[in-house]
């Protein structure tokens, strides 16, 4: 396959993108900063100067030619206002979702958050709570497209090493995921027609990744 991953320097998509090339995927990553070139580079990973906040959808399209998948995994980041919150994690993500629906793209997954599915506290911190409001609309607008969409919901993110066993369903409680786990999901999704047009939310736990992918699609 030949997958883009928007937000291709972030710790998921690093991880990410290593994972599909070692098993012998094509992947074009886009990034903002041309300093990020490089480290994608190194990783096997084709980089593409692309500000998602700036690019025409049209003219990333035309960047898009021979991809089969587009996974978003971009985000403002820590030390960021809400209105970047808004421009990267709901914009960014309709950008290329418009500009897959342009290039003839059909699947695409999109990282989200926990937190999505309901509203926000009443004494949620309001940049955090700016950054749920970004992620639940970012996921009504792929819904509302024809896509083969998949979002997936991640819980609290750690740098730990991969463990290789998740809990994966609809709902689950909140708690722990190592990024490189996160990562390996994504792969494993990739390669899973039945988690077409399904919401999944992602933990540590008990079970191996390819049993708890099945376990979740029956």
Not at 72 to 83: E, I, K, R, Y
Request: net charge negative; hydrophobic share 45%; glycine share 8%.
């Amino acid at each position: 396959m030949r997958i883009v991953i928007a937000g291709a320097h972030g710790k998921i998509a690093r991880h990410l993108g290593r994972g599909l090339v070692e098993r012998g995927d094509s992947v074009l990553g886009l990034v903002r900063n041309p300093e990020h070139a490089a480290d994608l580079r190194a990783d096997g990973v084709e980089p593409l100067v692309a500000d998602l906040e700036a690019v025409d959808a049209v003219d990333l399209a035309g960047s898009l030619s021979g991809v089969d998948a587009a996974v978003f995994a971009a985000g403002a980041g820590p030390g960021s206002g809400a209105a970047r919150k808004d421009t990267v994690d709901r914009a960014a993500s309709a950008l290329l979702a418009d500009a897959c629906q342009e290039a003839g793209v059909q699947r695409f997954l999109q990282v989200s958050a926990m937190g999505t599915t309901k509203p926000n506290p009443s004494d949620v911190d309001p940049v955090f709570g700016a950054y749920l409001d970004a992620k639940r609309a970012a996921e009504a607008d792929l819904r509302a497209r024809p896509l083969d969409w998949t979002i997936l919901r991640p819980g609290v993110l750690t740098d730990d090493p991969p463990t290789g066993r998740v809990t994966l369903a609809a709902e689950v409680d909140r708690a722990e995921v190592t990024r490189a786990d996160v990562a390996a999901v994504l792969v494993a999704l990739l390669d899973e027609p039945a988690s077409i047009r399904r919401e999944l939310a992602l933990v540590n736990g008990p079970t191996p990744i390819a049993d708890a992918l099945r376990q979740a699609l029956r």
